[in-house]
């Protein structure tokens, strides 16, 4: 099985595209921020000092959005080769023979990516020491160093997350349909540990000022994980509420669509979620710190916290940006010949844009209420801490820019992609 998951790689290279982006984007920034590491090797201990804690939890969070990346990718490419799969079951390959085939191919995809990741990832290194430097949180004299940490990061975790993604995808090699209960439970666990970071922000962390960020800010990122955990029955939900109000051939092929694809278009979902959760929580959190803060003293440290801040989620976001794109492109290309059947059947190529358009506006929607509520793990308890009230003196405007954003990027892809896999005879593909 290593050998033909070799050939896939060889033979099939675009059905691997997704994932070796997710793992790239993962793998480039786990090494910029792993080579803070070696540079606080050669510098003062405070500088070092923030360095490392830079590198924790930037590397940290990054790693839980890469493994979740990475593995969304992998589940994608493993459903749309399910006719693959199958072909291998009747001639006689066992289900370990078919989850040896799938860690060959995310091990090597994982390796390959880490490798062509490094000159990026030296880069993002050189960014995050200037931006630490110009804050005055590290020393000017401080060395940049890519080294030992960075190498060993990006390979090691970049490897050992796909195989973990490998491992969560190759469940639906087996014959018989995989009950949900694992995800739902990694939902659970998700959710209440954005919970709990939740409570500790309204409570413990009542009145202890720009602190109260730290655990307000991992509320939202652990809610956003564990919603987007639940895409799928978040999906159907949404499209048993507006499914009715789409009208038209459009709107029917779009409802259809989504309730016999709802397993493949959740991972559209996880994407914007995501996106739309980080984003507006931190944006609204920093807006109810810098109002509270005026006209107060600030400890020392307030800098470093705002910066942490900032970068961290600033990658973070920008990564599951990229991941959104990435994602909805690959599960709108790999529709070629559902397309093509339509065609046959009579739809025409500018119903099935209407079509998919329809389904981009139930991911987009499922997507962005997921991540609005995800938000709300993060704004109000915080705002209750920070600033006793409930929901902050802020403008609309950012909450609108980030929708926006979502449905520029969903739209972008899926209709972008529709139109190109429908060029051409719909005999042809």
Partial sequence: MIGVALRNLRHRPGGF??????????????MGFASLIDTAAGTD??????????AGVGGGWCLVIVVFAVTSTLSLSVRQRAGQITALHRIGATPAQLR????????????????????????????????????????????????????????????VGSLVAAVAASRRTAPKTQRPRLRRGAAVLFLAAGASCATLTATVMDG??????????????????????LAPELLRLVTAVLGPALRGVAGELAVLAVRTRIRQLASAVMPVLLFTGVATGTVYMQAIED???????????????????????????????????NTLIAATASRRREFAQHRLAGATRGQLVAMVAMEGLLVTVTGVLGGSLASLVTIVPFGAARADRLWPEATPAAYAVVVATAIALTAAAMIGTTRRSTRGPATTA
Avoid at 18 to 25: I, K, N, Q, V
Avoid at 45 to 54: G, I, K, N, R, Y
Avoid at 208 to 229: E, F, H, N, P
Wanted: hydrophobic letters at 60%; zero cysteines.
């Fill in 291 to 325: 109002k509270a803060a005026e006209g107060q003293v600030q400890p020392d440290y307030a800098q470093d916290v705002q910066t942490l801040n900032y970068v961290v989620v600033g990658m973070m976001t920008l990564f599951v940006a990229i991941m959104l794109v």
């Fill in 17 to 30: 595209i997704a994932t070796f982006l997710s793992a790239f984007l993962g793998a480039t920034l786990l």
């Fill in 100 to 159: 040896r085939m799938i860690l060959g191919e995310a091990a090597a995809v994982s390796l390959i990516a880490a490798a062509a990741a490094v000159p990026l990832g030296l880069v993002i290194g050189r960014v995050l020491l200037n931006l630490l430097q110009n804050t005055g949180q590290v020393a000017e004299s401080a060395e940049f160093a890519f080294g030992g940490a960075a190498i060993n990061v990006g390979f090691g975790v970049t490897l």
């Fill in 45 to 54: 201990a405070d500088s070092a000092e923030s360095l490392v804690t830079t």
């Fill in 208 to 229: 202890k000022g720009v602190d109260a960020m730290q655990t307000a800010g991992q509320a939202g990122i652990w809610a956003s994980l564990g919603l987007a955990l």
